[in-house]
């Protein structure tokens, strides 16, 4: 609770198509951290499958539970969206799977992000500044997972029978990649998952309610694999 401060909030412009632009206040959220993260709290995060992060809250709140998550071994996701400015350097150094999409890839970078090329050189200097791994998600075009190292991978759409409202749906692509990798899914296969679970989420409006359940999701990748 932050006495002082009002709750978050987020107001949603949807646009005709199902895109859509938000104006975010962030209230408790980003002023609600006097004394840091609590003792208990920490705990937890040390025992968690993954800790997955984004940008409403404070950076340095985020840094403190993202030290403890690496400290005992936890893998550590950063979802870009909630904050227009750059990315410390010590928060980076610290995630193991960070999550942009091209715009906030391109922010990030000071990089074009146009083509799958520029993408691909933008998640490189996203390497260089620590981060091994760079999950890309690209809109109608799907989304690319670039390694350190190695090949990218590459995920396409699944399509959905009509777009509704796209709020949330990269919040709930990075989250299903999250279930499906500290399930010990592949990364190929954890991408499908989010594939199918962002799918699901474009055809209902709002940001919470969109988001799928599992039966959901295995009953659309079992329906897709059939056709």
């Known amino acids: 609770r932050a006495p002082g401060a009002p709750s978050g909030h987020a107001v949603v412009m949807l646009m005709p ?10 209230g408790a959220n980003m002023e609600g951290w006097a004394s840091g993260v609590g003792s208990d709290d920490l705990d937890l995060i040390r025992r968690a499958g993954v800790l997955l992060l984004q940008r409403e809250i404070p950076d340095w709140v985020n840094v403190q539970v993202a030290q403890a998550a690496k400290g005992a071994g936890v893998p550590v996701i950063l979802d870009a969206g909630g904050m227009d400015a750059p990315v410390p350097g010590e928060l980076l150094s610290l995630v193991d799977i960070f999550s942009p999409n091209e715009t906030e890839l391109a922010r990030l970078t000071g990089m074009p992000t146009e083509t799958f090329e520029q993408i691909s050189r933008a998640a490189g200097a996203c390497h260089k500044m ?15 997972l670039f390694i350190e190292g190695g090949e990218p991978i590459r995920q396409p ?30 990364k190929e296969e954890c991408m499908r998952f989010a594939a199918a679970a962002a799918s699901l989420c474009v055809q209902v409006k709002g940001a919470i309610p969109s988001m799928p359940d599992r039966k959901s999701v295995m009953d659309l990748l079992e329906s897709v694999q059939v056709e």
């Open 17 to 26: 198509g199902g895109q859509n632009s938000i104006i975010i206040v962030g």
């Open 130 to 144: 620590g981060v091994k791994e760079v999950l890309v998600k690209l809109g109608s075009q799907g989304s690319a």
């Open 157 to 186: 759409i699944i399509p959905a029978t009509e777009v509704v409202d796209t709020t949330g749906a990269g919040d709930t692509f990075t989250s299903a990649f999250a279930v499906a990798l500290v399930e010990g899914k592949p």
